[in-house]
C-alpha cells in the first residue's frame, strides 16, 4: 500500500480570474535587437500542448514571460523570459501563495497535492526576480508564482552551480544595462521517476540564454542540470548524490528535448564552429568562470 507523503510547509492555494490577467502581453520575440522566436513544438507536443480555453492557441500569456503548457505532464513544454537589466527593479517577495491558471483546465497544471512532500520544492521555471523590471515589476514577479512556471525539484539538491549561473546572468543583465532572453523547462522523459502512482519527476532542467554582445552579434549559450541521482526511488527518498550544471550545445537541448531551436543553434559559441577543435562539447560549470559566452 502506498504512503502518503509527508505535510511540508503550508502555503497558500489561489486562483484569480481572467481579468487578472488583462493586458499582459507575455514573451516578446522583438525584445532584443534581433528576433528570438520561441521555440516549436514538434508535431507530437503539439498534439500534447495544453488549450486555452478561449481557443486563443496554447500560449500562457503573463507579464514579460510566457509559457507553453503540457497536459499529459502537467509541467511546462518551456517557459520564456524577457529581462531588460536597466530597468530591472528590487521588488520584494510579499507572501508564500501559488496560482492555478483560469486560463486552461486545472487538471493540466500540477498541484499543490505533489509539493505536501517536505523533500519537494516548488522550483520556479521563469526566476521570480527576472521579469521584475519597468512599471509592471510587482505584478510580474507575483505571477511568476503559479503553477504553470514550477517544476518539483528535490530540496536536496545543492543550488550553489546553477543559482550561481541565475546570478550571473541576472547580475550581468543589471551591470551592463543589456537586454537578455532566457527559455527554461523540465526534460520530459516517459521514463521519469513515477511519485505517489501518477506524477512523473523530471530528472534533469535546461535552460538557453540569448544575448547581444558588444559587437551586436547574437549569442546563445545552452545549460543542462541532472537531480537524477537525488529522486532515485522518489517514495523512499533514497538515492542521495550530488547533481552538476553543465554548458552544452543549444543542439543538444533541441535532442533532448525535441524542441525546435534552429533561431539560436547557429549563434552558440560550443557550436562546432563556434570553437577551437581541441575545446570540449560538454562544459561542466563547478566554476562559472568555465562558462563560454
Known sequence: MEESAPEASPFEVLQ???DWYAGCQGYDPCFLAQPVDLPTLAAEQQADAAPLLDGSGHELKYTHFSVVMSRSRQLAFFTAVNIDGQHLVD???SKDAWYFDPRIERNYQMGPEVYKHPKLDRGHLVRRLDPVWGADAKLAGEQTFHFTNCSPQHSALNQQTWLGLEDYILEN??????KVTVFTGPVLRDNDELYLGKYRIPAEFWKVVALVKEDGQLSATAYIQSQRDLISDLEAWGGFGEYKT????VAHIEQLTGLDLSGLRQHDPLAPQGLESTA???LLLDNLENLIL
Open 246 to 249: 553543465y554548458q552544452v550545445p
Open 280 to 282: 570540449p562539447q560538454v
Open 173 to 178: 543583465s543589471r551591470a551592463h544595462e543589456v
Open 91 to 93: 521588488e520584494k517577495r
Open 16 to 18: 484569480l480570474g481572467p
